[in-house]
């Protein structure tokens, strides 16, 4: 039987109605943000039949509360908001950096963190690996109740998760880290990345690094830690030259996904020249 139209498109008013209108829709509820990514679902042949629930008018997942020890961003906070809202935070340099620089203006206005984080096939997302790089948590609504899980584990299992499932919001440590985040655009690219790479360091007073985060965005269908790169950076000082060299050797960890914008050899090829980048953005950092 056809959905019908009530079905199809239903304003959640709290966090408890929209959990209980996804449990409804079972199979074929998906919530809505800002949109930008479920519009051009046509365009990717993706399943029309689906029953959305709005989000965006829930309070609590459009604010951002910065904390002692952490930070709390509502699954509904634009990429415009976010980047407005830490833009005094030093360390989290590398998320600010990401939401103001994604896309484009008119994009990052009603784009989303939550639906940066759940598009499971948008590999671009700039959003993925600064999060990633200052161990970013999620905090979940599921059928089971609450939970919360680092984002390294959910982009592994968010394909697979079962029906009625919300994302609530992002939980940043608030830790005492330098960050950047570095992107490639390419003119044919439109406004989305080619090669990302978002680094954090813990410096110690000599100036070596106690601990490295290094996140690859873009090159592979879904970002990950360059961990081999991460291991030898930790207990050295920052070098540009060195970083670049040991990154050229360790491109071999990564297989590029190939694209109508850039063939994967080159964005492997240039995480080299973006690892330079990010060591010398650190350097720099006061």
């Not at 074929?28 to 709005?54: C, F, H, K, N």
């Not at 059928?143 to 940043?172: C, H, Y």
Request: net charge positive; glycine share 6%.
């Amino acid at each position: 039987m056809p959905m019908t139209d009530d079905r199809r498109f239903y304003v959640a008013r709290s966090l408890p109605d929209a959990l209980a209108a996804l449990a409804e829709r079972g199979h074929a509820g998906v919530p809505l943000a800002g949109a930008t990514w479920i519009m051009r679902a046509p365009i990717r042949q993706e399943r029309q039949d689906l029953s959305y629930v709005a989000i965006s008018r829930i309070d609590e997942f459009r604010n951002v509360e910065i904390l002692d020890h952490e930070i709390r961003i509502g699954a509904c906070v634009t990429h415009a908001e976010l980047a407005t809202s830490l833009a005094f935070l030093p360390e989290c340099r590398a998320i600010g950096q990401a939401a103001g620089g994604s896309a484009n203006p008119a994009v990052r206005q009603v784009a989303t963190i939550g639906g940066n984080l759940c598009a499971s096939k948008f590999a671009a997302a700039d959003l993925v690996p600064a999060l990633m790089c200052l161990q970013a948590e999620l905090d979940l609504e599921t059928p089971r109740g609450p939970e919360r899980i680092a984002l390294e584990q959910f982009l592994q299992v968010r394909t697979s998760m079962e029906p009625g499932w919300l994302l609530r919001r992002v939980v940043v440590p608030r830790t005492a880290c330098r960050s950047v985040h570095v992107r490639l655009p390419l003119r044919k690219a439109g406004d989305y990345p080619v090669a990302i790479v978002s680094m954090a360091a813990v410096l110690s007073t000599s100036g070596l690094v106690t601990s490295a985060r290094v996140v690859v965005g873009s090159v592979e269908p879904a970002a990950r830690r360059w961990k081999r790169l991460e291991a030898d950076l930790t207990g050295c000082a920052l070098d540009t030259g060195s970083a670049a060299e040991k990154a050229e050797k360790y491109s071999e960890d990564f297989q590029g996904r190939d694209g109508i914008e850039a063939p994967g050899w080159y964005r492997v090829k240039v995480l080299t020249s973006l690892v330079r980048r990010a060591v010398q953005a650190i350097q720099q950092e006061s």
